[in-house]
């Protein structure tokens, strides 16, 4: 199985991996969105310390992403 996390620097690299490859194989495959902590406290500092964290700018791409993998299934 392909446990694939959906990260604000892997967001054009999930569809480049291709859902047909795993699937083609007998390889099962499980998406997730990395959601970031809740960035709106006051003592969340660390936001820009880590690449994986989606921005708001990303949202346009994740929504895309996702309409691609649930149509290309």
């Known amino acids: 199985m392909f446990n694939i996390n959906i990260c604000h620097n892997n967001i054009d ?3 480049r ?3 047909k490859s ?5 390889i099962a495959t499980d ?7 809740m960035t709106e406290q006051t003592h969340f500092k660390h ?3 880590n ?7 990303d949202w346009p791409k994740v929504d895309a992403l996702l309409d691609y993998l649930t149509t290309s299934v």
Do not use: A, S
């Not at 795993?22 to 007998?26: E, S, Y």
């Not at 690449?51 to 700018?57: F, H, N, V």
């Open 22 to 26: 795993p699937t083609d194989n007998g």
């Open 47 to 49: 936001l820009n310390e």
């Open 51 to 57: 690449q994986t964290y989606r921005q708001p700018e």
């Open 31 to 37: 998406y997730h969105i990395n959601e970031t902590p």
């Open 17 to 19: 991996t291709g859902l």
């Open 13 to 15: 690299d999930v569809k």
